[in-house]
Nanobody, 121 residues
Framework: QVQLVESGGGLVQAGGSLRLSCAGS????????MGWYRQAPGKQRELVAS???????NYEDSVKGRFTISRDNAKNTVYLQMNSLLPEDTAVYYC???????????????WGQGTQVTVSS
């Protein structure tokens, strides 16, 4: 079974930093796009950042210049470095990865369980 395990969430003051990690494991040949989503109370889940297997990145406008997504393909891990955090960044952050399943050769989207990020003012 494929699993994405997230870590690094927590409580931080405005202007502070956090680094989220998401490690994938299981019956996957390789991961394609990996990314981070977030969902604040009463709002839709939105894409924060994504990164392709070759390192091409994409960011939601409000986090550009503050967040950096990266990945380590050898470790099947994606990171989100969050700097200059704002109270508006408070949300549950979810890792997502598109993986090629080993047995079926089928692409499937996998999700982490979510990790809470709270930014106080």
């Amino acid at each position: 079974q494929v699993q994405l395990v997230e870590s690094g969430g927590g409580l931080v003051q405005a202007g502070g930093s956090l680094r989220l990690s998401c490690a994938g494991s299981g019956r996957i040949l390789r991961f394609n796009v990996m990314g981070w989503y977030r969902q604040a109370p009463g709002k839709q889940r939105e894409l924060v950042a994504s990164i392709t297997s070759s390192g091409i990145t994409n960011y939601e406008d409000s986090v550009k210049g503050r967040f950096t997504i990266s990945r380590d393909n050898a470790k099947n891990t994606v990171y989100l470095q969050m700097n200059s955090l704002l109270p508006e960044d408070t949300a549950v952050y979810y890792c997502r990865a598109d993986g090629l399943e080993r047995g079926t050769f089928t692409w499937r989207a996998y999700w982490g369980q979510g990790t809470q990020v709270t930014v106080s003012s």
